[in-house]
């Protein structure tokens, strides 16, 4: 089993920043690929970024490519995402995932984190 805890999310303003950041505790973290999703009001759940477990590969949605960065730290067993020029639409809860490169891309990762909510006011 992995348990995934996430950091608070918050209120920003648009074009703004803000980090999330998902601990790992339980199996060996390393083992793992990890991803963002998020999912809006009203609105089905969808892929943010994927990260291969040594962090050599790396995949976005259109709608973040450019604003958002994936990474983690292996040694703290921590992954990251790193939000820049927010925007109104990106407003959602956000979840950290974790499994195979292939089911995080897919959507079908084996573990979740608990979401946090992220608002970007106009």
């Known amino acids: 089993q992995v348990q995934l805890v996430q950091s608070e999310g918050g209120l920003v303003q648009a074009g703004g920043s803000l980090r999330l950041s998902c601990a790992a505790s339980g199996r060996t973290f390393n083992n793992y690929a990890m991803g963002w999703f998020r999912q809006a009001p009203g609105k089905e759940r969808e892929f943010v970024a994927a990260?291969?477990?040594?962090?050599?590969?790396?995949t976005y949605a259109d709608s973040v490519r450019g604003r958002f960065t994936i990474s983690r730290d292996n040694a703290k067993n921590t992954m990251y995402l790193q939000m820049t020029s927010l925007r109104p639409e990106d407003t959602a809860v956000y979840y950290c995932?974790?499994?195979?490169?292939?089911?995080?891309?897919?959507?079908?990762?084996?573990?979740w984190g608990q979401g946090t909510q992220v608002t970007v006011s106009s």
């Open positions: 995932a974790a499994g195979t490169y292939i089911r995080v891309r897919d959507g079908s990762p084996a573990y």
């Open positions: 990260i291969s477990w040594s962090g050599g590969s790396l």
